[in-house]
């Protein structure tokens, strides 16, 4: 693998988290790189159609100018739905800011199972 395909982020893992809360469902989508421990997120969707609507931006390169986009909905098919209280998205999100760790991941993965939609 060259310094560039290094410093590419390649989501092998995608996460689309459901909170329930009283008033409402609150949508966010995560996307996991195990080889590179990248992480990255997006949130703050009331309906699962306004996810799917939108078109994920991704660096061709880490630091670099080009990106591309895919649209939600393509990768909803392949995405790991996981239907959370608010305690358990307070865990998913603290563990999203920690340092990364396979093990604490595939452990929360495990913990919480495929809810497909």
């Known amino acids: 693998m060259n310094r560039r395909q290094r410093q ?3 989501p092998s893992t995608w996460i689309i988290a459901i909170k ?12 996991i790189d195990w080889k590179r421990g990248g992480r ?24 670099g100018t080009k990106s591309s986009s895919q649209p939600a909905a393509k990768i909803a098919k392949k995405a790991l ?7 358990q998205y307070g865990e998913l999100e603290q563990l999203f800011y920690q340092p990364f760790s396979k093990k604490q991941w595939r452990a929360f993965i495990k913990e919480h199972p495929n809810n497909n939609m």
């Not at 329930?20 to 996307?31: D, F, M, V």
């Not at 969707?45 to 630091?63: E, M, R, V, Y």
């Open 40 to 63: 990255l997120s997006w949130e703050d969707w009331n309906s699962h159609t306004d996810l799917l609507q939108f078109h994920i931006p991704i660096k061709q390169k880490a630091g």
């Open 8 to 10: 590419k982020m390649i």
């Open 20 to 31: 329930q809360t009283e008033a409402r469902k609150y949508y966010a989508l995560y996307a």
């Open 81 to 87: 739905y996981l239907n959370l209280n608010e305690t």
